[in-house]
T-cell receptor
Framework: GAVVSQHPSRVICKSGTSVKIECRSL??????MFWYRQFPKQSLMLMAT?????????EQGVEKDKFLINHASLTLSTLTVTSAHPEDSSFYIC??????????????FGNGTRLTVT | QKEVEQNSGPLSVPEGAIASLNCTYS??????FFWYRQYSGKSPELIMS????GDKEDGRFTAQLNKASQYVSLLIRDSQPSDSATYLC?????????????FGTGTRLQVTL
């Protein structure tokens, strides 16, 4: 079953408004979560690394004041897209690393959030 | 800039055949490798992970890793139409305190009847 839950799965908002996306690890604690964005027919691009109890680490070219990340607990990270514009329309996916023994720690992904900004 | 290269495809195989998906990576120091399956409009689903040279089998899937050649592959035996999806190769690197996953652009697999 799913190990990472993401909500909402789909959101449509008007230009200039803000949208919050939640990502939860379901049966494990995740000190680090990752936020990806995927445009049509392209691969996943890492936006930022969310660190529990500290500031997120943003990838080059990603505006930290536009994409606010909060990782307030070991099972929850949120991404808020502020003052959304049509070019922010994309598929946003969170992931968390789950320790699975013997040094194995694959990333598991949430179901993604399809954001459409009109 | 770490890179992960995949042929975008589409790779078309008949039902029941073996599908072979390939991936190369640029960082010789990379240690962890993953194959994800992504259906259109959905998020990636972990298929296989491999950490050491050689083959790793799980059901119809076999991952192969050759660190000397910086090459990782995924074989799908007895391909089914439900295997039709985009397969993403991913390489994980550790940067100080955090790990970072770099994805290839994916190979689209079509299994035909």
């Amino acid at each position: 079953g799913a190990v990472v839950s993401q909500h909402p799965s789909r959101v449509i908002c008007k230009s200039g408004t803000s949208v919050k996306i939640e990502c939860r690890s379901l049966d494990f604690q995740a000190t680090t979560m990752f936020w990806y964005r995927q445009f049509p027919k392209q691969s996943l691009m890492l936006m930022a690394t969310s660190n529990e109890g500290s500031k997120a680490t943003y990838e080059q070219g990603v505006e930290k004041d536009k994409f606010l990340i909060n990782h307030a607990s070991l099972t929850l990270s949120t991404l808020t897209v502020t003052s959304a514009h049509p070019e922010d329309s994309s598929f946003y996916i969170c992931s968390a690393e789950r320790q699975e023994g013997a040094g194995n720690s694959p990333l598991h992904f949430g179901n993604g959030t399809r954001l459409t900004v009109t | 800039q770490k890179e992960v290269e995949q042929n975008s495809g589409p790779l078309s195989v008949p039902e029941g055949a073996i599908a072979s998906l390939n991936c190369t990576y640029s960082d010789r120091g990379s240690q962890s490798f993953f194959w994800y399956r992504q259906y259109s409009g959905k998020s990636p689903e972990l298929i296989m992970s491999i950490y050491s040279n050689g083959d790793k089998e799980d059901g119809r899937f076999t991952a192969q890793l050759n660190k000397a050649s910086q090459y990782v592959s995924l074989l799908i035996r007895d391909s089914q139409p439900s295997d039709s999806a985009t397969y993403l190769c991913a390489v994980m690197d550790f940067t100080g305190t955090a790990s970072k996953l770099t994805f290839g652009t994916g190979t689209r697999l079509q299994v035909t009847l």
